[in-house]
């Protein structure tokens, strides 16, 4: 076949396209690029056209910059192999009866952090938004002002309030709130509270003269006693981490876990399946059986259900926290490996130079915890060479420096990443 970007005569879009087959993306998308480089008057630009097209698909990527829980990466690593398969997804497979979503991933979530009853919806947000609407439409909800936060991506508490129908009842200040200002607020009945909501500050810190009222004061709180609801954002499980040999480590310094919340007397709570549970994107909802009944008939939580595939993932995560074997979640093996052993793996890249880190949690939790780490150092700013690897790897420029940090990377990407620091450096050599 002869070059369609060679000759006098532009080529048709139909030949341009199939002379780039090879590029593995199906016809009409390389039909696209070949109609954007004929329509720049560059039909020689129309392989680079398909390649670009080709890595705006959802991929693997190396992430090697550190951030465990990485919002633009997924957030958590995820394993994502499943052949085609039914499930018993709304199957009672005893009595063979239509059975419930929640039986299964939502009621082991519930078991491995201590509550009655649980349901799973797309992520922690959709899950504020359901137990608002579903425990206080047409009523109002107390909250500190020093919990109105905004958690990103446009999430700010007031504005989900608003979305859910219920209305907002500030308490406090911005630095202090005290358990009087709460019980004012639920004495009032011009105001008509239907729930006590503490929002955990997942991704900043207010420091100096600050007060906030803890979960234990909060429970049961009102005549007649209201229900607290605590969204903690992150999904720690246990604050003593049972699941991991050494304990916690000392970067989870004094963050909130489900199980201790739980304890302490709230009676519902809310976190994100992929924030330090270490799970796929999911909102967990978990507590009191009648309040969580509440949520899973209100209309919304058919719209906020996830799928077989999100519930799958879930139910791995909470068998493996049930097991004691979380310690081997995708999260948890990186945010725990001992920094001489990572040490030891920069050294076995033979690229780069060695340097210690300082890897992070993210993802909107642990506000200004460092977790110690190490990794390498190229000189300037390598990071679209880097990118422009099959896979791509992703790293991120300090002081003119790009570093690749090695907590987040997987052992067996190691020689992956050496190569791509070899093509990225010798590229523009
Ligand atoms: C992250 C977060 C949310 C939202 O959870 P997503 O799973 O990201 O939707 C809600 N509340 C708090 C306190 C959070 O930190």
């Keep these: 076949m002869s070059d369609p970007t060679q000759g006098g005569r532009p080529p048709s879009v139909d030949a341009l396209a199939r002379s780039l087959v090879d590029c593995g993306l199906p016809h009409p998308l390389l039909v696209d690029a070949a109609r954007r480089a004929i ?20 991929q693997p990527v190396i992430n090697a910059t550190g951030v465990l829980l990485h919002t633009n990466l997924g957030r958590a690593p995820l394993a994502r192999l499943q052949g085609a398969t039914y499930s018993n997804l709304e199957l009672d497979l005893v009595s063979g009866d239509r059975g419930s979503r929640s039986a299964h991933a939502a009621a082991l979530m519930a078991r491995a952090c201590g509550g009655d009853a649980g349901l799973i919806v797309n992520n922690g947000a959709a899950a504020v938004l359901l137990v608002l609407a579903a425990l206080a439409r047409g009523r109002s909800v107390v909250v500190s002002r020093g919990e109105l936060v905004e958690i990103g991506g446009g999430f700010r508490v007031p504005e989900v ?87 916690p480590p000392a970067w989870l310094r004094d963050e909130p876990a489900a199980r201790q919340t739980l304890l302490s007397g709230a009676d519902l709570i809310v976190f994100s399946g992929d924030k330090l549970l270490g ?33 799958g993932a879930m139910q791995d995560v909470a068998l493996a926290y049930l097991g004691r074997t979380a310690q081997h979640l995708p999260f948890w093996r990186m945010a725990t490996v001992p920094v001489a052993e990572l040490e030891r793996r920069v050294e076995a890249l033979g690229v780069g130079e060695p340097v210690a880190t300082t890897a992070v949690t993210g993802g909107g939790t642990l506000p200004g915890v460092d977790v110690p780490s190490a990794g390498i150092a190229l000189d300037g700013d390598r990071t679209a060479g880097l990118r422009a690897f099959h896979p791509p790897v992703i790293a991120r420029v300090r002081d003119g420096q790009t570093l690749l940090d090695l907590r987040t990377v997987e052992p067996a990407d190691d020689p992956t990443v050496a190569d791509a620091v070899r093509a990225a450096t010798a590229a523009d050599a």
């Design 39 to 58: 329509a720049a008057g560059d039909p020689g630009r129309a392989r680079a056209e398909a390649v670009a097209i080709a890595r705006t698909l959802l």
């Design 161 to 247: 309030m608003a979305e859910s129908g219920a209305r907002l009842v500030e308490v406090g200040t911005t630095n202090r709130t005290r358990i009087a200002d709460y019980e004012r607020a639920l004495a009032d009945p011009g105001n008509d509270v239907a729930l006590v909501l503490k929002v955990h500050k997942s991704n900043y810190r207010i420091e100096g003269f600050t007060g906030e009222v803890g979960i234990e004061a909060l429970g049961g709180l009102g005549d007649p006693p209201r229900p607290l609801v605590v969204d903690l954002g992150s999904g720690l499980l246990d604050s003593a981490c049972p699941w991991l040999p050494d304990g």
């Design 279 to 311: 799970g796929p994107q999911a909102g967990v909802i978990v507590g009191r059986a009648d309040l969580v009944a509440a949520c899973a008939r209100h209309p919304l939580a058919r719209a906020l259900r996830p799928g077989g595939l999100v519930l």
